[in-house]
């Protein structure tokens, strides 16, 4: 048994002990269909426009999932984060389930549903085998509303299954402190590595461990235990120093690849270590809240205006968190549940207080799904303590309901992403990031006229956001207002960074076209591929393809059948769409020969025969060999005996089109 002994009265022990409602028999069915009761109703969800195009919808490996996919997946980081566990799940369970969103939430909700199983099971042996705590936190962390984003949201299948491993790594070393049997420390040690591969914020665990040890009267500061750690600390260091290297727009010096290949760093250097405390301790403080009052959830916090940076709550919040700090340490060895409780919290949620500033929001509600348990099991202990039973008991079931209402709400709001990032627009109009969501789907949907509200709207805040104006421009594009379209790109492209600037030249291209000003827009065109960095086959190819139809609408064909041909060379994968314009290009430029043997590989690949044998028997006749355009002429009849094109140049070439047959 453990040396621990919990700060119950032995009265309510023996009580908690001898209630057969509290038998794990009957607290795990009840917990797991509380959970489900609450999650469920998002399973009918789409995916978002919000990182699953990187994790499943548009990632090759995931959308055709074969075994030399996996197997670059395990040395492919995404979205600055190094989890092949992770990723190798994902495709697991597209292989298995298929590529639909359902079956991805689904499976999200279960191994949340396992989590929270596990959650008891810890929390009774920190409680002395005491089953009423260990249910009530189990119950009250699975349907807490702040654990939606973890659950609901594809992309955050690294949330759930990290804290999987990491929770299972608690119990084994629990158990090792129980038994000191070597066995439950090697598991222990295997599952934290499993929960480093898929989400590197389980680097906290050896901390927890240490904690563990003062939890159960271990001398946590001896040789002894220190050595044990050993193992968990030199794991920890090398997934630190991978996530530091990876956030930072690294591959561990080519030793992996990157899934999108932009460069970027996930780490900001644009706020000073004043405001990084500031706001860091904000951000800790409003974790705190959403503990007790899960309201005005959404799922994009943005940071302050650079006016607001010195607002009250962010002067006074590090006071806050200092005099939070000194109540740890008061409490170290006169109460251990709030020792250990707030510690917990503390441990688990500061390598994602933004003191290091990744991304753009100041507060991101996944980042509880672990660190609640924390300060659940402090107050669930605390109050069963001293509280009456019965009202405890009655108080408890109350949040817990309330939670499954709040939790069922909240999952409404994941249904597709304009109704995610409108949920956040009720309460961030000005964040740039929820502006451009909302302004690239409406546009991307087709709803060009709710694109150009919320454009404007962001216009008239002061956007700075080049994205935000690509997606205007756009939507001003399909509306055909091309002079306001063309006007916002300019805009676009002197707010762009270097490395996606390509992007707003290739639209504005497309937009001066239109306009009829077809040196402009071979010009973007231009700017377009000289900036393009990144060189993807596809996008390149389109850079040449489209500069290619401006040459051609502006008479220079010589140079549109150039571009065409580096478009296919590129991305052959277009080539039936490409090479048409460009043997169509080659004959106006009068290069027959070329032409010719253009019109051929169309033949041979199928690509619209009548008109392929008719143009190459044009391009024949121009060079003499009458006989071989005649042939062609009346194989391009023989596929469309109504082409009028090829009777006239059978005509030409001296002979009379065979009459119809009636």
Not at 137 to 161: F, N, Q
Request: charged share 15%; proline share 3%; net charge positive.
């Amino acid at each position: 048994m453990f040396k621990h002994k919990r700060e119950l009265n032995s009265n309510t022990l023996d009580v908690a002990q001898k209630s057969y409602l509290f038998d794990p028999r009957i607290v795990i069915p009840v917990l797991c269909c509380a959970v489900l009761l609450a999650f469920t109703w998002g399973w009918g969800n789409s995916f978002v426009y919000w990182d699953d195009p990187v994790y499943v919808t548009d990632n090759p490996f995931i959308q055709s999932p074969d075994f030399a996919g996996l197997l670059h997946l395990l040395k492919t980081e995404c979205l600055a984060n190094y989890h092949p566990l992770t990723m190798a799940s994902l495709w697991l369970n597209a292989f298995v389930f298929g590529k639909g969103a359902t079956s991805f939430i689904i499976t999200n909700t279960v191994i949340h549903v396992l989590n929270t199983i596990l959650i008891f099971f810890f929390a009774r042996q920190l409680s002395a085998k005491n089953s009423r705590v260990p249910f009530f936190t189990a119950l009250l962390w699975g349907l807490h509303p702040m654990h939606t984003e973890s659950v609901i949201w594809v992309s955050e299948r690294k949330d759930v299954l990290y804290v999987f491993f990491f929770l299972l790594s608690c119990i084994q070393y629990t158990f090792f402190l129980e038994t000191e049997k070597r066995k439950h420390w090697i598991y222990a040690i295997v599952f934290f590595l499993l929960s480093c591969l898929a989400k590197g914020m389980a680097v906290v665990l050896p901390l927890i461990l240490v904690l563990l040890d003062y939890w159960f009267g271990k001398k946590w500061y001896s040789s002894k235990c220190l050595v044990q750690k050993a193992p968990f600390f030199t794991i920890a260091l090398i997934f630190g120093i991978i996530a530091i290297d990876v956030q930072a727009g690294g591959n561990l010096g080519g030793l992996l690849e990157k899934l999108s290949q932009n460069g970027d760093s996930a780490i900001n250097t644009n706020l000073g270590i004043v405001q990084k405390i500031c706001f860091g301790s904000y951000a800790l403080w409003v974790y705190i809240f959403k503990l007790f009052f899960p309201v005005h959830q959404h799922n994009f916090y943005t940071y302050p205006a650079p006016g607001q940076y010195y607002d009250i709550q962010y002067i006074i919040a590090p006071i806050g968190v200092l005099a939070l700090l000194v109540f740890v340490a008061v409490m170290y060895k006169r109460r251990k549940v709030f020792f250990f409780g707030t510690l917990f919290f503390l441990l688990t949620i500061v390598p994602v207080l933004q003191f290091v500033q990744l991304g753009s929001a100041i507060v991101s509600e996944r980042y509880t799904y672990l660190s609640y348990f924390g300060l659940i099991f402090m107050l669930v202990y605390w109050a069963d303590e001293y509280a009456d039973r019965k009202l405890l008991m009655s108080a408890l079931g109350l949040v817990a309901a309330a939670f499954i209402f709040l939790t069922y709400r909240q999952t409404q709001t994941y249904k597709d992403t304009i109704t995610l990032f409108l949920n956040s627009y009720k309460y961030e109009p000005n964040a740039e990031r929820v502006n451009e969501v909302l302004v690239a789907n409406y546009c991307m949907n087709g709803d060009y006229a709710s694109a150009m509200d919320y454009g404007q709207k962001a216009i008239e805040a002061g956007t700075a956001s080049w994205k935000t104006l690509l997606f205007i421009g756009k939507a001003s594009y399909y509306q055909k207002s091309y002079q306001r379209s063309s006007a916002i790109y300019k805009k676009a492209i002197a707010m762009a960074p270097a490395n996606k600037i390509s992007s707003v030249y290739f639209e504005e291209g497309i937009t001066d076209r239109a306009l009829g000003d077809y040196r402009q827009s071979e010009a973007d065109f231009d700017n377009a591929i000289n900036a393009d960095s990144i060189r993807k086959p596809a996008i390149t190819s389109s850079m040449f393809y489209e500069r290619g139809l401006t040459k051609k609408l502006s008479g220079n064909y010589a140079m549109a059948a150039s571009d065409f041909g580096l478009a296919i060379q590129y991305d052959s994968s277009s080539l039936g769409r490409i090479i048409k314009e460009k043997a169509f290009a080659e004959l106006q430029a009068q290069d027959w020969q070329a032409a010719e043997k253009d019109y051929t590989s169309m033949l041979e690949r199928g690509i619209s025969p009548d008109l392929a044998y008719n143009n190459r028997g044009g391009a024949k006749f121009k060079t003499g060999d009458t006989a071989g355009a005649v042939m062609d002429f009346k194989a391009a009849l023989k596929i469309n005996p109504d082409f009028r094109d090829a009777k006239n140049n059978l005509l030409k070439a001296g002979v009379m089109p065979s009459p119809q047959r009636q």
